[in-house]
């Protein structure tokens, strides 16, 4: 073999095992890495990792844990029993339990560290809390302004509400606000031995007996991903 057969040979073993390697480390990584674009993951990559993204985002499920524990249980987690206690009725009328007012002062929290960390390693643009209208017949999608959901809700109107989705965090790779790179919700199980997992939607629903994870999906494009203070971050 000549010398530059044999160069080109070695060139192309070099080759075959860096893509290897590379397959090998993708393979590896976590369902939020593996979620994010090649293109977006070189920007990040260029700054901040993204598997330093995960653990803060991992963190503030952590945090807003044993923040929204303290407020009533001094620090340990809720029994069983203290879940399922309820506390108040909303304004229909229907019994909130402790795990479902737990569950909101926890998401105010968690969201508040996410923004933060958000604004500091995801390279392109965020939704928080961005109500859409998604129609699933004719595959379309738009946004519902803040204003207009909270006026609908002060005036009582929330049929009109009926069959939209709300997910708590929706990562964008440019400026197209209605496509997502990664749609992120937080859940707090209660008690927390409880398994994190998406809801189903029930019979009234336009997504009826779908998960709120696939409906994500379908409507914005992207990976749906839960956070939980147990399992950090997961498909489910």
């Known amino acids: 073999m000549d010398s530059e057969t044999a160069g080109k040979a070695r060139h192309a073993a070099y080759v075959a095992e860096q893509a290897s390697a590379r397959a090998a480390t ?30 803060q985002l991992a963190e503030c499920a952590v945090q807003a844990e044993q923040l929204g524990n303290a407020r009533y249980f001094l620090g340990r987690p809720p029994t069983h029993q203290e879940c399922a206690e309820v506390v108040a009725q909303d304004r229909c009328g229907k019994p909130v339990t402790r795990a479902m007012q737990l569950g909101k002062q926890k998401h105010v929290i968690a969201l508040q560290c996410a923004e933060a960390v958000l604004k500091e390693l995801w390279p392109a643009p965020f939704s928080i809390e961005q109500r859409y209208r998604y129609y699933p017949n004719a595959r379309f999608l738009e ?19 009926r069959g939209t ?26 008690p927390g031995t409880n398994r994190p997992q998406w809801t189903r939607y029930g019979s009234s629903s336009p997504y009826a007996d779908d998960l709120q994870g696939s ?12 956070i939980s203070p147990a399992k950090g971050i997961t498909p489910q």
């Open 26 to 55: 993708q393979a590896m990584a976590s369902p939020l890495v593996r979620a994010i674009p090649p293109a977006v993951l070189a920007l990040m990559q260029q700054g901040h990792d993204a598997d330093e993204l995960e653990k």
């Open 143 to 161: 946004t519902i302004s803040p204003e207009k959901e909270a006026r609908l809700i002060a005036e009582g109107c929330t049929e009109e509400l």
């Open 165 to 190: 989705i709300k997910p708590d965090l929706v990562l964008h790779g440019d400026r197209n606000l209605l496509l997502a790179v990664l749609i992120l919700d937080f859940k707090f199980p209660c």
């Open 215 to 226: 409906v994500y999906e379908i409507a914005l494009g992207g990976k749906a991903l839960l």
